[in-house]
């Protein structure tokens, strides 16, 4: 198995008789069935996986040979009521990252739900305040995605928050400088990589699991396989969005996958 630790990244998951949050395509691809996410768990446990949060592989150095972190980004109600079932279900842990200003907004955690969430175990990490692009963002702004919902997160669960991911996954020095100062511990992007005992806590890569996601695929990533192609791809993608600006990028990439659905 490759080294270092593959920090797996989910978002909403599906079930029968519930809207999901968007219907966009661009959405979609990231929502996963509930039957899917319970496969994969299953799989993990059989193959004898271990699954931490966050703080957890970062303490552990990431040296535990066989383990993936799982992490689960926005707030969906999901979290409390598919996703973290499924997880003591298999003796599984996760970190949740939340965007406070979602929360109590329709399909959405309410405070009590989150709390109920970090009582059950869960680590609680930071989405950002309002799930606008980084990169975009002036000093002022940076701050009021990074430190606000880092203090919003606190009251509501009466304990320190101590990992951020970047919506997006974009990802910049200057809000590493304001997340090191606000007290983070770590800043997560979706850059494809394993991380390794000596990588860069505020530079932490995960792999988003989408939609439809083959079980050979899904049990090769995990074995730390196939990660190449993928790497090769996002770094194609990534020089995309330097080029085009945030804004054009998501237009064009909205007008592809229109075109495919």
Same mark, same amino acid.
């Given at each position: ?36 996410? @319970?496969? $994969? ?71 009590? $739900?989150? &709390? $109920? ?8 990490? #930071? ?13 002022? !702004? ?51 990589? &394993? ?24 049990? $090769?990533? #995990? ?28 237009? !064009? @990439? ?8």
């Amino acid at each position: 198995m490759a080294a270092g630790l593959l920090y797996l990244m989910y978002h909403e998951l599906e079930v029968p008789g519930r809207e999901i949050l968007d219907s966009g395509a661009g959405y979609c691809r990231y929502v996963l069935l509930q039957r899917e996410f @319970r496969e $994969q768990l299953a799989w993990l446990r059989s193959s004898g996986f271990a699954a931490l949060t966050v703080g957890r592989a970062l303490n552990a150095g990431n040296t535990q040979e066989k383990a993936v972190v799982i992490t689960f980004d926005d707030g969906a109600a999901t979290d409390l009521l598919v996703a973290a079932p499924l997880l003591r279900e298999f003796g599984f842990s996760a970190t949740f990252y939340l965007t406070s200003g979602f929360l109590g907004k329709h399909g959405y955690l309410n405070a009590a $739900q989150v &709390r $109920q969430l970090a009582a059950e175990g869960f680590e609680i990490g #930071c989405h950002s305040r309002t799930h606008r692009y980084l990169n975009d963002l002036d000093k002022r !702004l940076l701050e009021e995605e990074i430190i606000r919902p880092k203090h919003e997160l606190e009251e509501i669960i009466r304990a320190p928050i101590e990992h951020f991911s970047c919506p997006g996954g974009r990802w910049s020095r200057e809000l590493v400088e304001i997340a090191r100062k606000a007290g983070y511990k770590s800043v997560a992007t979706s850059r494809i990589v &394993r991380n390794s005992a000596d990588a860069n806590p505020y530079r932490l890569g995960r792999v988003a699991i989408l939609r439809g996601t083959a079980m050979e695929s899904f049990a $090769q990533l #995990c074995n730390g396989k196939g990660l190449l192609a993928r790497q090769f791809r996002s770094s194609v993608l990534s020089g995309a969005k330097g080029i085009l600006g945030n804004s054009l990028y998501e237009k !064009l @990439r909205s007008a592809a996958l229109a075109k495919e659905d």
